[in-house]
């Protein structure tokens, strides 16, 4: 036998099952919480969550994953029985609860499967939870609702046809006996009996069958599978044509088709046991009627690409960048007049400029997603914390990078709970101070330049500058005195590591692990982050971003045979110094004057530990190079040229050793020597 | 070789259905994502078989099993069903469907079922 849970089969299978899976966890998420928001399921809704339970559950079946699968069979069930008794007074949020540790369930098994470990969770405990849930329902409703249900069962228990042709119906002059037995495995093997039945009432005058009640399923699909379905039949047809009739069943293992004698079959046919079948016609339809599901409206004329596919084609576009340089900037064309090549390497350029930039934009998403992920954060803690929280969201079709997608979902995550948990206070403490009950927290992205911009601004009670700096003293985290340092500086420290001012750490902030490892995923795709306060009444912390991460414009610079890139969008001038303009403060740092300001220098050859001959500040070139508000000028031996870069991660053995602050990665140039990636935020940190 | 049409609104049970089929001689000729594309789609193509979905967005399989029959009397179509939609598959039965399979289905059952319904 060859089943679907075949390698063969399974592995393809896989990437596909995962991807619609979790796209329609996440939709079924959002459905969820908007209508647990407008205090109760729509129609719609119920309809939907049924179908993707039904979708989910049919594919985790097919892969054998029948921990999920049997979880969804029971949300499912319990959609169906909303869908069809529209009960009164459901208790809308224990509902949303139990919904929702499903999808968590389902997601936590999605990701062991992605990772590829056994999906072993066992979801048996909540499964039962809501079969109780749905027991509880079921008792709650109309008693009559109920008692109708099995009446129609009931009528379903004997089933005769006589055909409509009253007159003929005695007339049917040979009498048979036919058993039918399935093939093992086909499943519903009393619809298929009744598909028999459906089909020879064309052609019989009279049929009876065992056993009667094939809706009944569980008994009577076990009896079929054991005893076979019998069907009693008169007919003016020889016995060659019902069996070459039956033989056309699908799945048919075995018939067994015998002559009744008349007697027989008088005995078989009871006049008074005869219901005609039309009734029964219209008792499935019944379910029906609201089969017209109306749709999510999301459907779109779109094709699904493996993402691995879009990366690899980002790679060959990144090589693609570099080749071009290596041959237009080849050495071995100095000094040539060459018009013509001049010309198509011009075109060579232009068009894998435009390549690129569509292959980035292919790689851009909304950033919707990631945003609309939230509500679920809010709905979570303000239930747990017992807190009224509004969360907005502005500008969620602003495009990011995909890959930078999936690393801000998690700091977006944590400093979401830490606004509600730390930032915004219970309710009797808001309407005392005036504020209107339920806080609010904004979610903004914009883009501004080559990075988007992500506000989460909290309307709670803000930063406290006197206890930030107490819990700075009391882990030496300060760097100079208290007073000549301003708000903003006193806030940042909130992300220094280890940094934690609540004194209760609750369940979902707090541990002390937080905004660090904020700042630090945030850093790992190019970004930075800062805040500011209002006490009192606000905080905002802003998310800088790049809007891509793989190719950035550079200038390249020199220092001894070491070449390194500096991102142009950094960069604000570059000059060439005079002693003069040295100045050393008390610690011995080196500064430089400009235009009567004072900026660090920062050596790189000291900084990277680079053997040069050129250490005299007026013999190399100055960089300055702006991080947020701080310059710095950076030293180094000359200025090589501008020139795109494709930017590259650090090798595995260099990245295990931690990050390295100050690089971003590295690059290949065009004559293809490797040059590092300066990172100006990590070099202007003096941490 | 045989033409069929896969309707399913779920993309994993299409291209398992469409795997299962290719591996045995079926030239699968389109797919489509609800009952409404599906009956577009037996109009354009013609197939000589259609797998069809129950439950599904826009219109559901029964529906759409229904406006295909009423098209083309001869339609074959077989219905992809899940445990727990007797009464639906019934009412697909009687309304023309050439028979069903349950999910979670195994390879042999579907190349079944439509030699099967096509007489082969």
Redesign the interface.
Known sequence: ????SDKS?HE??LD??I???LKQIEQLEQLVICNEKSSCYTQNSIN?I??IM??I???A??M?FDNI?ALS?TI??LF?FLREEKPKDIDCSGLSDLVLEGIDFIKIEIDKIKNGHESDGNAEELTKRIRNFLSVLKNCENPLAISESEKQTQDMRTQYYISQDKKAAVSGKNGYKAILHF?E????E???A??VI?NLRGIVKELQYIPENI?A?DECVEVIRRDGFVIFMKTDLSYEEIEEFLQ?T??LKELLLTRLDNAEAQEKFLIDKRIVLEKQ?T???K??KE??????GQ?QSLI?VNVNKLDKLMDLVGEMVIAEAMVVQNPDLGGLELHNFQKAARQLGKITSELQDMVMSIRMLPISATFHKMHRIVRDMCKKLNKEVQLELIGEETEVDKNIIEHISDPLMHLIRNSIDHGIEASEERLGKGKPQSGTITLTAQNAGSDVLITIKDDGKGLNRERILERAKEHGLLSKPESEMHDKEVYSMIFLPGFSTKDNISEFSGRGVGMDVVVKNIEMVGGSVSVESTPGSSTTVTLKIPLTLAIIDGMNIKVGKAMYTIPTISIKESFRANERELIKDPNGNEMIMVRGQCYPILRLHERFKVETDIVNIHEGIIVMVENEEDSICIFADELVGEQQVVVKTLPAYIRNKGKIRGLAGCTLLGNGSISLILEVAGLADKR | MKRVLIVD?????R??IK??LERNGFEVVGEA??GLKGIECYKELKPDVVTMD???????G??ALKIIREYDPGAKIIMV????Q??????A??SGA????????????VV??LN??LGL
């Open positions: 036998m060859i089943a679907i089969i393809p299978m596909i099952f991807f619609e899976t939907e049924f179908r039904h979708t559950k049919g594919s079946a097919m054998l699968s069979h499912e069930d169906f093939d495995g086909c499943e519903m009393n619809i298929r009744y598909s459906h809706m399923n056309q699908v799945f016609e008792l499935a339809p379910l029906l089969e017209v599901v109306v749709s999510s459907q699904s | 609104d779920a993309a994993f049970m291209a398992s795997l299962m994502e609800n129950i439950t599904m967005p826009e219109l559901g029964i529906e069903s899940a445990m727990g007797e009464p639906m598959v019934m009412d039965v009687v050439k028979s069903f399979i349950v999910k979670p289905f195994k390879e042999e059952l079944q079922t099967k319904v």
